[in-house]
């Protein structure tokens, strides 16, 4: 099973600026998902990052505000850009390997 | 639209007492349907995958069990470390092949109490 790291763990943000998640896999992946869960909701996909081409951005989410890097296999960053209280979330990393879905154990972000 | 509804929403249950958690959705064509367990400030933990109906996982005191419409996570006697969200999602299925994402429902906020 992958094993997938993220950091930070938590932050606190002043709104106005931004946040660079990091996400590390512990094997070469194809494809990393960054989902979003809201304060007491479930998971929302935010976009898909495939090594070498463009992140696919779902529904209600745009570059400008989440811009995402795959730069290998292993590794991708998600950006959480000029924040507000509204992007307070936990933020999670995941994976696919054969049958099983992995996630890392998240990023809570709060913004004041 | 693809849509997933859990039930139910939160679930308190005495040491012992057996249950049931509740998946029912709707997706035009299913890849595989999916388990999690979260407790707070971590992220999901991954618990199954089922494909087909009919199909039967199990671990420990958890069975889950899917149709052509639902799944099912079954408690069998529960103990208080079993207290957890546990999240189901559906992967609906991409006719032109690769991956889709997971489409998750609101979570059953489980408790057992001694």
């Known amino acids: 099973s992958a094993v997938i790291s993220q950091k930070p763990s938590r932050d606190i943000c002043q709104r106005g600026t931004s946040l660079t998640i990091q996400c590390q896999v512990d094997?070469?992946?194809?494809?990393m998902f960054w989902y979003r869960q809201q304060p007491g909701q479930s998971l929302t996909l935010i976009a898909t990052a495939n090594q070498g081409s463009e992140a696919t951005y779902e529904s209600g989410f745009v570059i400008d505000k989440f811009p995402i890097s795959r730069p290998n296999l292993t590794f991708s960053t998600l950006t959480v850009s000029n924040m507000s209280p509204e992007d307070s979330s936990i933020y999670l990393c995941s994976v696919e390997d054969s049958s099983e879905a992995f996630f890392g154990q998240g990023t809570r972000l709060t913004v004041v | 639209e693809d849509q997933v509804t859990q039930s139910p929403e939160a679930l308190r249950l005495q040491e012992g007492e057996s249950s049931s958690l509740n998946c029912s959705y709707t997706v035009s064509g299913l890849r595989g349907l999916f388990w999690y367990r979260q407790d707070p400030g971590k992220g999901p933990e991954f618990l199954f995958t089922?494909?087909?109906a009919g199909e039967e996982k199990e671990k420990e005191r958890l069975k889950a069990t899917l149709t052509k419409k639902e799944s099912f996570l079954h408690i069998t006697a529960p103990k208080p470390e079993d207290s957890a969200t546990y999240l189901c999602?559906?992967?609906?299925?991409?006719?032109?092949?690769?991956?889709?994402?997971?489409?998750f429902g609101a979570g059953t906020r489980l408790a057992v109490h001694p």
């Open positions: 094997s070469q992946v194809t494809m």
């Open positions: 089922l494909y087909s």
């Open positions: 999602a559906v992967q609906p299925y991409l006719f032109s092949g690769g991956y889709n994402k997971l489409i």
